[in-house]
Structure formats: structure tokens, C-alpha cells
């Protein structure tokens, strides 16, 4: 059996050696295997277990039980525009993350394993199949730094956006870094250019960014933004997004924002204003709300194209920065493996959040 939750589907009828007469059901096999439905023509969507999920209204976090007993978290995000309303889905491409940003939840786990291409995709699967959610558009902001998982991400997105299965349009996607230059010119380097980059960037200058951020120590502003000048973008509309988390007393005065402006002066742009969500023992609160309109004000003040991300999940640990199960990474692999087939076994009952 192929699994299709890791191939597309150009590989499978490579594998199977399909006659022309045979394409048309094998292709309908594929559509349904990759969203997880039942095995046929030689076709399984091996989709790791929900295992829990909290929920507040239509906002979803999921956890998956994988086969070592690890697991993987992402959200199911409505999303309200002017005329119509979608689901946002943000999946991990990692267990925990290496890049010990101070004020990610994810961070506190360190990296315990990257995660394969049908894992990843298996998120997709999980939110259709066990939520009913129609995604709309997918953003790779969940666990882990996706370019540091660059092949298993990029092969992801080959299937998440096959005619034959998903079918996503590339315009869909978005993939967020904490700014891995090297991985930054590699998907330049695919000419991807519907595809949408997203940067952590979260300070202004270096001395802020090398204290919040351990990767701005190796690789510094100047470097970043050299790459980020070179990235190319589609014609019409296309942008980079800049992700800006505002911590209070750390990136979020008058100063800051003017810095911040500069700084991005040469770069096609749109900074997200992210309000910080406190990870667990966190040093800083979240900001109150005239701080961030403050901080939104000066940088339209200054010319600046920004956003303001609205907080969702903050109260469940489901919003930006706070997923992750620090327990993981307490557990030796030979009891996590042995929950994940208790697990599996009494088929564990989802759990649901008050106010779902």
C-alpha cells in the first residue's frame, strides 16, 4: 500500500504502474486516500489519530497522536472579511522547535523531531475529516521553523496543491520563518512566486532581536534583509509579511516603530502586528490595547503598509506562540510509544472546552 498523504499524484501512478484505462478511478482513490477516506487501489491515507481538541465557538485546536508517541498541534482559524467568511488552518512542521525564541511556548520543548510530508498533510486530512472544516487558506506558523524541515515542507506544499487531491492554490499558502536566510533563498530559488512568505522579525534592531531571538546571533538583520530585498514577489499585489510580536517594555515604543520603518524601507511589505500571547512562566503580560493601536498608529504615521492580527485561542494556548505540550519532551520515547498504542487501542474520546 502507497500511503497519499506523502506522494503525489504523479508519484503514485508511477509506483503502481497504471494503465491509461485505469486513471480515472485510481485518480478518484487518490482524492479520496488523501483526505483519509478508505484504502483502495493500492491507495491508504494514513491519518495520525485527534487525540484531544479544545474549542472556543469555531475557533479549533487539535492534537494527533503520532506513531512514537509524539504529537503535533494546529488550529482551525474562522476568518471574517467584509462579504465572506473561510477557515484559516495553521499547521506544525515540527515537534517543538530549536530556534529557542524566549517568548514561544514551542521553544520550551526544543526540538524533538521534524515532521514528514504526510504528517504534515495528514493536518489538512485531520481538519476535514474530523471537524468538517472547508479550509481555505493554510499557514505554516504552527510548531517548529519550516526551513529547518525545507525538504518535508516543500514536498508538503507539491501535495497540498495537486490537481488530482487538494488541489490548494498556491496563493493559499503562507510559510513562516524566523528568518533562515539559507531557506529563504531556496524558495526563491523554486520561483514560487504565488506562494506567501511570512518573517518573524520582531524587533528593530539587532541588540533587541539577538535577545529575544538566538538565530539573529548567526544570522543578523543586515543579512536577513539582503535576502528579503532579493526575494521575488508576483507582479500584482504580492508582498512579504512581516511579523512583528509586541512585547511590552521590549519592542514597543515610539522608537522601536521609526527603526522598525527604516529598516524595512527597501522591502515590499506588510508588517502584522501581532499582540504578544504570553507562553507558560512568561516574563512579560500581553500589551493592552492602547499600546497596540499606539504602536499601529505610529507606523501609518510613518508610511508604513501594516496589519493587526487579531487574538484568537490566547485563554487555551491556541493563539501564535503558545503551542506545544512541554510534558513531550519530559517522557522517555519508550512511554510515549507505549501511551500512543493505549491510545490507539481504547481509542481515546476527544475533549471539548467549555464555550465550544
Known amino acids: 500500500m502507497i500511503d497519499a498523504l506523502n506522494h503525489t499524484f504523479d508519484e503514485v501512478i508511477a509506483q503502481l504502474r497504471v494503465r491509461p484505462h485505469d486513471l480515472p478511478e485510481v485518480r478518484r482513490a487518490y482524492a479520496a486516500a488523501v483526505r483519509g477516506g478508505p484504502a483502495a487501489h493500492g491507495l491508504i491515507g494514513e491519518v495520525a489519530p485527534v487525540v484531544r481538541h479544545e474549542a472556543d465557538g469555531e475557533l479549533i485546536k487539535f492534537v494527533q497522536r503520532l506513531p512514537d508517541g509524539l504529537e503535533t498541534e494546529s488550529v482551525i482559524i474562522p476568518m471574517q472579511g467584509l462579504h ?4 484559516t488552518l495553521c499547521v506544525s512542521s515540527q515537534v517543538g ?15 524533538l523531531r521534524s515532521l ?9 486530512a485531520a481538519a476535514a475529516r474530523d471537524f468538517d472544516a472547508e479550509v481555505r487558506n493554510i499557514v505554516f506558523m504552527g510548531m517548529g521553523e519550516p526551513f529547518d524541515n525545507f525538504d518535508a515542507v516543500i514536498r508538503a506544499v507539491r501535495i497540498l496543491t495537486d490537481p488530482a487531491g487538494w488541489s490548494f492554490a498556491k496563493s493559499r499558502i ?19 512566486r504565488r506562494l506567501n512568505l511570512a518573517v518573524s522579525l520582531n524587533a528593530p534592531n539587532d541588540e533587541i532581536r539577538s535577545r529575544i531571538m538566538p538565530i539573529n546571533r548567526a544570522e543578523p538583520m543586515a543579512l536577513l534583509r539582503e535576502a528579503l530585498a532579493a526575494y521575488p514577489l508576483r507582479s500584482k499585489g504580492g508582498y512579504i509579511m512581516i511579523e512583528y510580536v509586541l512585547i ?12 522598525l520603518v527604516e529598516y524595512l524601507r527597501p522591502i515590499k511589505c506588510c508588517v ?17 490595547e492602547p499600546t497596540v493601536r499606539q504602536f499601529l498608529g505610529w507606523l501609518i504615521e510613518a508610511g508604513q503598509f ?11 494556548m491556541a493563539a501564535c506562540g503558545q503551542l506545544g505540550n512541554r510534558e513531550l519532551s519530559r517522557r522517555p520515547p519508550s512511554q510515549r510509544a507505549a501511551e500512543h498504542g493505549a491510545g490507539r487501542s481504547a481509542k481515546v474520546p476527544l475533549t471539548v472546552s467549555a464555550g465550544s
Open 84 to 87: 465572506r467568511a473561510w477557515r
Open 97 to 111: 522547535c530549536a530556534m529557542g525564541c524566549d517568548f514561544c511556548e514551542t521553544a520550551q520543548l526544543g526540538l
Open 116 to 124: 514528514s510530508a504526510g504528517e504534515i498533510v495528514g493536518q489538512v
Open 174 to 192: 503562507a510559510i513562516s520563518t524566523v528568518g533562515r536566510v539559507e531557506g529563504i533563498r531556496r524558495l526563491a530559488a523554486l520561483g514560487w
Open 248 to 259: 511590552p517594555g521590549v519592542n514597543d515604543g515610539h522608537e522601536h516603530a521609526r527603526e
Open 272 to 288: 502584522n502586528v501581532i499582540p504578544y500571547n504570553p507562553r507558560r512562566e512568561s516574563p512579560w503580560p500581553a500589551p493592552d
Open 306 to 316: 501594516c496589519k493587526r492580527r487579531v487574538t484568537k485561542g490566547r485563554d487555551f
